[in-house]
């Protein structure tokens, strides 16, 4: 049953923060990366932050991948407008933190941003998205390219590798049976229910460390908070974007009528101007100024 685990995102910032349990979060990062991931640290969050909405949903990592290379992974589950632009400050504060002062810009690490969303993001039909950045001719269209000594000194192929790189995990737009490791680690991120028969890396270990028999009532009750924290986020942006569109709605009825009783007042000065009527009497009857009138 779903409600035999823990969500995700709680366990992400409160239960695997232990060395014992950081295979849970590297199975869900060797599956969406492809590659072995292990986690050599978790940074901590500011003072608190189970206290801060904002902070709940955000998690800093040291990684390494089979060939030694280190990166750090943003992992963030929020729920807000512009968040493509919070996807973009997350990753550029990460650069940003993370290299000593001094330091030449090769030191800046390789950047992850994975993003676990429950909500209406941009418009599309997938469940997964990975974004990079590249660099194509205005005129040709050809892909810039890494020097062979730019090649041999970072040890990577493209210059897309040298950037962030983005995953949007849609989880709430999936709705079929989980055929992949990854459609495996989307449904339980979706419903929170972990099927006897998935595979999926990190997800065993999942089912055995996240099961809410194995809370104390302390903890209980904080998930429990934290779940109701959910609600009301989630009903204060419908609720925001409700008002907003009734907001928007009426103003646009307001200032529609107030354009269209312009108009014919404009109309109206139009006609009499044509007429020859004094140019005083056609400001007291339709309330326009005399350079209103004259421009006509």
């Not at 390789?110 to 950045?133: A, E, P, R, W």
């Amino acid at each position: 049953m779903a409600s035999n685990y823990i969500r995700f995102d709680w366990a992400m910032k409160r239960l695997l923060r232990n060395k014992a349990d950081f295979v849970v979060v590297e199975g869900l990062l060797s599956t969406i990366l492809n590659e072995k991931i292990t986690v050599l640290r978790v940074f901590a969050t500011k003072p608190n932050a189970e206290d801060d909405i904002s902070e709940c949903f955000r998690t800093n990592l040291l990684i390494v991948n089979s060939n030694g290379e280190q990166a750090l992974v943003e992992m963030q589950n929020n729920n807000e407008y512009a968040y493509f632009q919070r996807m973009l400050f997350g990753t550029s504060k990460l650069v940003t933190e993370y290299i000593n002062r001094g330091e030449g810009y090769e030191k800046v690490r390789k950047v992850y941003s994975v993003n676990i969303v429950y909500f209406t993001l941009g418009h599309g039909k997938d469940t997964v998205y990975h974004g990079k950045t590249e660099f194509r001719g205005v005129h040709t269209g050809e892909l810039l390219e890494l020097s062979p000594f730019q090649r041999q000194t970072f040890k990577v192929d493209a210059v897309s590798q040298l950037y962030p790189e983005y995953y949007i995990l849609k989880v709430n737009d999936f709705n079929k049976v989980a055929k992949s490791p990854l459609e495996e680690w989307i449904y339980y991120l979706n419903t929170g229910d972990i099927p006897d028969n998935a595979t999926a890396p990190g997800l065993s270990e999942a089912r055995e460390r996240l099961r809410l028999a194995r809370m104390s009532k302390e903890e209980l009750n904080a998930y429990y908070r934290h779940l109701d924290n959910l609600v009301i986020l989630r009903d204060n942006v419908y609720t925001e974007r409700a008002e907003g569109r009734a907001e928007g709605r009426a103003e646009g009825l307001v200032e529609g009528r107030a354009e269209g009783e312009r108009k014919k007042r404009m109309e109206i000065a139009r006609q009499l101007k044509s007429m020859g009527m004094a140019i005083d009497l056609i400001v007291q009857t339709t309330g326009l100024t005399e350079d209103e009138i004259a421009a006509l």
